[in-house]
């Protein structure tokens, strides 16, 4: 039986239904394959390619040297992906000026080569006037120009945003393809200004059923390979050449087979709630091992444990940008403290994260850890490993060993979704209005978002919204106390006159009162909300690692829509959750 309804899949009357010996039925989940597979039948119509170069108009000039110079069509291609960025702090940094010259320069014919050699002598100032021309006029496109470009978008969308995979219609996540342009990366990456290349048809691998019909690729081109590989669900697969990884398109998150992965990392974290007991005796009991390796294995699984770091990049740092998970934190990245304030044993941690997005946090450990720590650090320089006996690998392999399915992200998804379910215990009043329930919520949230690390930069807009949210709070106020003396006013004259009339107006006026009462109270808990919310991203949380079957029960229970907790595409993502959680879900 059915129990999940999705925004984006219909049912086709499609006879290619898998025998029933081949599924298998668990969970909320319609069919899953017992030997592997993911699908039988896989249709769709492969991806849609960024549109060609269009060369810039005659009287759109490059300058060399302070003269005019006409570039042949792939030289000016990648000088446009550099005149679009020229207000960018990006064009002013060594290492992007540097990775983006060496590639143009390959872009050039030989003549350009010979004649261009010095970043510094080109002007592309013309160029960037232009294209800032152009955002300017799509900004001042007629309702009509702009409605035909929503319907080709729309026909797009029709044509190749939906597979058919077994007997659903789904939406497919990405089918677009990145148009060619310049890397950026985050934070001070190496690679940063790099030729993003055009992806081609020849790149792509396209992965469909035998009995399909095939993706046809665009007149005059080929395919790099079609394969019919159903122990995987990616519909298409190319090779980016900027850091060498595999990009693929994939369904929607909304789609059958993506809510189900979803749902099963949900589950194997519900597993490590049962045996993270064990697994914490565990590891206390290898901070006294005899061997070195056993011990540093038992303190970085105690940090991503109680910090929920993660546990750092398998595939060797080097080119990437220099950040650092648990097994590759340097001697640098800690400070030790026997005492600090009142507290004792205090480690102090300052690196750069996953997306170069900086941890600093200061924490008391255990004693066993503190000296442990001590050792780890004894002969060491600072840009010395910390764990020396220990890398992802074998971490990966030992927290194998401890649960199948055990990895650090495990334990983050555990302990946001364990903390979002306490916090939403302790913090919210069943008395409470609906807006403030909401800010129980988000306080809640926003617990997770803290232990994740997961910050931002405040919005340069803050102060301004903050501003404006405060002039409404005032106007709100000035109406309540104005609202009061007419209340006021209508008592004492309803006090004089005793008759029906006057009655009713003091009923009007404490209705009015009562009123903006609550528009008071539901902007005062916004701009809390905001205030709180400055410097804490809550988005990667909640899409990530909360069990959305929690904050589903928490709505149910205290009749919050669940619009007010998921937007949109939220809730197109988490519709198998919304769908099936029982009133009294427990994490
Ligand atoms: C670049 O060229 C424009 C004219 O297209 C000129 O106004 C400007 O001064 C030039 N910039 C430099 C740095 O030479
Ligand atoms: C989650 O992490 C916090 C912060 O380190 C820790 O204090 C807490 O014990 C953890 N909770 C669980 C249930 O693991
Ligand atoms: C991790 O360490 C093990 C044992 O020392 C070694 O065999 C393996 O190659 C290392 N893996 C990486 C990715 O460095
Ligand atoms: C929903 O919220 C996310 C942030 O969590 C945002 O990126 C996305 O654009 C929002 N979607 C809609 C339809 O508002
Ligand atoms: C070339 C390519 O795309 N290979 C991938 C095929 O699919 C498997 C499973 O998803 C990947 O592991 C390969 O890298």
């Known amino acids: 039986v059915s129990r999940r309804k999705t925004t984006a899949s219909t049912h086709l009357p499609i006879t290619r239904t898998p025998s029933e010996s081949t599924m298998m039925k668990s969970g909320w989940e319609e069919e899953r394959y017992t030997d592997g597979s993911k699908w039988r039948f896989l249709e769709h119509k492969g991806p849609v390619f960024a549109p060609p170069y269009e060369p810039l108009p005659g009287n759109v000039k490059f300058y060399y040297d302070g003269k005019p110079m006409k570039l042949s069509a792939l030289a000016e291609e990648v000088a446009t992906f550099f ?6 702090e990006y064009t002013t940094k060594d290492i992007f000026r540097k990775n983006f010259f060496k590639d143009w ?37 007629s309702k009509e120009e702009k409605q035909k470009i929503k319907e080709e978008n729309e026909r797009l969308l029709q044509e190749y945003g939906f597979c058919i995979m077994d007997n659903h219609k789904e ?12 890397f950026r990366g985050r934070g ?60 693929y398109i994939m369904l929607n998150p909304s789609s059958r087979i993506k809510g189900e992965k979803d749902w099963q990392k949900y589950e194997t974290a519900r597993r490590l709630k049962k045996c993270v007991d064990r697994i914490r005796n565990q590891y206390r009991d290898d ?51 026997p005492k600090m304030d009142d507290q004792e044993y205090v480690v102090e941690f300052d690196f750069l994260g996953k997306d170069s997005i900086r941890y600093y946090n200061k924490i008391p450990v255990e004693k066993r850890v503190f000296k442990n720590l001590q050792l780890f650090l004894e002969n060491k320089q600072p840009e010395d490993d910390l764990f020396d006996r220990l890398n992802t690998s074998i971490l990966n392999k030992h927290l194998q060993e401890l649960m199948d399915g055990l990895t650090a992200k495990v334990f983050r998804t555990y302990n946001a979704s364990i903390t979002l379910q306490q916090q939403l215990k302790e913090l919210t009043c069943p008395d409470d209005s609906i807006p403030a329930k ?14 994740c690390n997961h910050q931002r930069a405040p919005p340069k807009t803050f102060e301004k919204s903050m501003q404006n949210l405060q002039t409404k709070i ?32 003091v009923e009007v ?15 005062q808990v916004q701009a809390t909300d905001r205030e709180e919310n400055k410097q804490i991203a809550l988005g990667t949380s909640k899409l990530n690692y909360l069990d959305p079957r929690i904050s589903v029960a928490w709505c149910k229970k205290y009749g919050i829509p669940i619009e007010k907790i998921y937007n949109k595409t939220q809730r197109e993502k988490f519709a198998w959750a919304i769908d099936m959680a029982e009133k009294d879900y427990e994490f």
């Open 171 to 182: 939406r497919i996540g990405n089918f677009r393809i990145e148009p060619p342009g310049l």
């Open 105 to 141: 320069r390959k872009e050039m014919t030989s003549e350009e080569k010979s004649k261009i050699t010095d970043l510094n002598k080109c002007n592309f100032s013309e160029m960037n006037e232009y294209f800032k021309a152009q955002s300017e006029a799509r900004k001042q496109m």
């Open 509 to 523: 006026k404490r209705k009015a009162v009562q009123r903006i009462e609550e528009q008071l109270m539901k902007l």
């Open 438 to 451: 909401i800010l129980s919520y988000n306080r809640a949230n926003r617990a997770v978002a803290i232990l």
């Open 474 to 505: 005032d106007e709100k106020q000035n109406q309540l106390s104005a609202a009061r003396k007419q209340l006021k006013a209508a008592k004492a004259d309803h006090k004089a006159s005793h008759d029906e009339k006057s009655k009713k107006a």
């Open 287 to 337: 901070w006294k091992s005899k061997e070195m390796r056993i011990r540093q294995r038992a303190v970085a699984l105690y940090f991503i444990d109680k910090l929920a770091l993660r546990a750092g990049n398998e595939k060797e740092e080097g080119e990437t940008a220099d950040t650092v998970g648990c097994c590759s934190l340097r001697v640098e990245h800690i400070k030790l403290y």
């Open 83 to 88: 005149a679009k960025m020229l207000d960018h």
């Open 188 to 247: 001070d990456h190496p690679k940063m200004g790099m030729l993003k290349r055009r992806i081609r048809p020849e790149d792509i691998i396209i992965n469909c059923s035998k009995d399909s019909k095939h993706p046809k690729p665009p007149p005059g081109t080929k395919w790099k390979e079609v394969r019919h590989d159903n122990k995987v669900t990616w519909l298409a697969s190319w090779t980016e050449n900027i850091q060498g990884s595999i990009k």
